[in-house]
Structures are given as structure tokens and as C-alpha cells.
């Protein structure tokens, strides 16, 4: 089996693993981040409002368009990291044990957002319209929003927030690599060899080290998504800086980081121990 092949299998069961855990989380982030000025008291009061008028599977609203996606994505960001890692050993000349130093990791990492935020882009727009659908009083089944952003907006209407969110997964992506292989430097004799808790807690801190920077530009993604108002994203920041001022750039920060360090955590080690079963068969 190819060193891709294995990549994408692996990353594939890494994003089964973010979103099983994360998903519930990413519902509150971003009900909260679209809601108006004194909906929710908090992000407590956010699921109890859900739970209450919808009951407790509403966290998982959206999940449709992700699960179909969100494993191809995070296959590809593997396979993009792991095609940049070979590139630059082969470039700079370095063994196979070598590791990458933390501008390589972040290089590698950037490249990851560019690949996958042409897939998760359409899926992210579906997730945010869904989850949003019940603020503005919308079905918001699958099939539902579907059919509404092709009749309103056409085909195209499925790229929108693509930008925003390549605007986001490219920093974010270095820093979420960046963080996880500085971790697994700082923990592990043999960084290529985790230990189940090593891999956790790397991918943990990959994913506090990714939403402490990215939450303000996700803020920005959710409202071009959400289909408020302007497809631009300069044009959406600044509207939301009008609005709410710069703490409606941290709207939803704290299920964020409630998420980022289970959610990820379980991404990673999905991901590291189903490589090296891979690697053991093969």
C-alpha cells in the first residue's frame, strides 16, 4: 500500500473522530456566533434553549452534510501534509527520521487548508445553514436547504463563504500542525511512534493551538455562510466589527475550546493508530 493511500485511510478515521465528539460543540459555536445581541446568556444557556425546543440530537443538526464530507476532507489534509512532508525532505535532503522543524511543520500545515477548504468550504455552508434554520424560524432539514440555496442562489451558491473559509483553514491549519508536532516533539522519544496518550494530548493541544488563533476569522466564515449579508469577507468583518465591536469576533469562543481539545484529540490519535496498524499489515 502507497504512503498516500495509508494517509488518506488514516486521515479519514481521524475526521470520523473530530466529529463525533466535536460536532455538538461546533452547534452551539455557531448558533451563538449567528444569534442576535442577548439571545443566549451563555453557551450554557445555548444548549438549553437547543434541548428545549428541539431535544437533545438538535446538537447534532447539520451533521449530515459533514459526515458525508468530513472524512474525504480530512483524508486529503493528511495525504497534503504528507506529500508536502516528502517534498521538503526530498528538496532539503533529510533522512526519513528526520523532523521537520516548526517552519517546515507550518508550511506543510498551510498547504493542508488550501487542499481541504475546496471540499469542507460547500460542506461548512450546509452545516452553518442548517444549524442556523431554526433562529430564522426555516426547516432546516438537509434536503430542505438544499433545495433553497439552488433556487435563491444557483449552483454557485454552494461556493459561498469559499474564501472565508480557506481565509481561515490555511493559518488555522499551520497552527493546528504546528502545535500537534511541537507536542509530540516535546513528549515523544520517537515523535513517528506515539503512545495512545501522547497523540491524544498532541492532538489536544493541535486543536487549542488552531481555535485560539482562528476563532475570529470562523466568526467572519459563519456570517458570509449564514447568508446575513455580503459574500465578501472583508466586507463581513466589517459589519460584524459595526454590530457587536470586537467581542462579535469571539462570539462562541467558549464551545470552541471546549471542543478543540477533545474533539482534536480524538482526530489525532484515531489517526496515528490507524496508520501504524496500517503499517503493520503493510
Known amino acids: 500500500m502507497s504512503d498516500s493511500l495509508k494517509a488518506f485511510i488514516a486521515g479519514w478515521a481521524g475526521g470520523v473522530g473530530i466529529l463525533a465528539v466535536g460536532h455538538?460543540?461546533?452547534t452551539v459555536k455557531t448558533m451563538m456566533q449567528n444569534a442576535p445581541d442577548g439571545q443566549y446568556k451563555g453557551a450554557m444557556d445555548c444548549v438549553r434553549q437547543i434541548t428545549k425546543k428541539e431535544g437533545p440530537l438538535a446538537l447534532y443538526k447539520g451533521?449530515?452534510?459533514?459526515?458525508?464530507?468530513?472524512?474525504?476532507?480530512?483524508?486529503?489534509?493528511?495525504?497534503?501534509?504528507?506529500?508536502?512532508?516528502?517534498?521538503?525532505?526530498?528538496?532539503r535532503g533529510h533522512p526519513s527520521s528526520y523532523n521537520l522543524n516548526l517552519t517546515?511543520?507550518?508550511?506543510?500545515?498551510g498547504s493542508t487548508g488550501v487542499v481541504g477548504s475546496l471540499v469542507l468550504g460547500p460542506s461548512e455552508l450546509l452545516k452553518v445553514?442548517?444549524?442556523?434554520?431554526?433562529?430564522?424560524?426555516?426547516?432546516?432539514?438537509?434536503?430542505?436547504?438544499?433545495?433553497?440555496?439552488?433556487?435563491?442562489?444557483?449552483?454557485?451558491?454552494?461556493?459561498?463563504?469559499?474564501?472565508?473559509?480557506?481565509?481561515?483553514?490555511?493559518?488555522?491549519?499551520?497552527?493546528?500542525?504546528?502545535?500537534?508536532?511541537?507536542?509530540?516533539?516535546?513528549l515523544c522519544d520517537d515523535p513517528k511512534k506515539p503512545s495512545v496518550m501522547q497523540a491524544l494530548v498532541a492532538g489536544g493541544m493541535g486543536g487549542i493551538g488552531m481555535w485560539s488563533f482562528a476563532i475570529p476569522l470562523d466568526a467572519v466564515k459563519t456570517r458570509v455562510q449564514a447568508g446575513a449579508g455580503t459574500n465578501s469577507f472583508?466586507?463581513?468583518?466589517?459589519?460584524?466589527?459595526?454590530?457587536?465591536?470586537?467581542?462579535?469576533?469571539?462570539?462562541?469562543?467558549?464551545?470552541?475550546?471546549?471542543?478543540?481539545?477533545?474533539?482534536?484529540?480524538?482526530?489525532?490519535?484515531?489517526?496515528?493508530?490507524?496508520?501504524?496498524?496500517?503499517?503493520?499489515?503493510?
Not at 517546515?104 to 500545515?109: A, F, H, L, R, T
Not at 475550546?257 to 503493510?282: G, M, S, V
Open 24 to 26: 455538538p460543540f461546533d
Open 104 to 109: 517546515e511543520v507550518m508550511i506543510c500545515g
Open 63 to 91: 451533521v449530515q452534510a459533514p459526515l458525508a464530507g468530513v472524512g474525504t476532507v480530512f483524508a486529503l489534509y493528511f495525504v497534503a501534509y504528507d506529500a508536502c512532508e516528502r517534498g521538503i525532505r526530498n528538496w
Open 129 to 186: 445553514r442548517q444549524q442556523t434554520a431554526v433562529q430564522q424560524g426555516k426547516d432546516g432539514s438537509f434536503g430542505k436547504v438544499v433545495a433553497e440555496i439552488r433556487a435563491k442562489e444557483g449552483m454557485m451558491g454552494f461556493t459561498r463563504g469559499l474564501s472565508a473559509t480557506m481565509a481561515r483553514d490555511v493559518p488555522g491549519s499551520m497552527a493546528w500542525f504546528g502545535a500537534f508536532e511541537m507536542t509530540k516533539q516535546a
Open 234 to 282: 472583508l466586507g463581513a468583518a466589517k459589519q460584524l466589527h459595526a454590530e457587536k465591536g470586537l467581542k462579535g469576533f469571539y462570539k462562541g469562543i467558549g464551545p470552541a475550546l471546549l471542543r478543540a481539545f477533545p474533539a482534536n484529540a480524538a482526530c489525532f490519535a484515531a489517526k496515528e493508530k490507524t496508520a501504524a496498524f496500517l503499517d503493520t499489515l503493510f
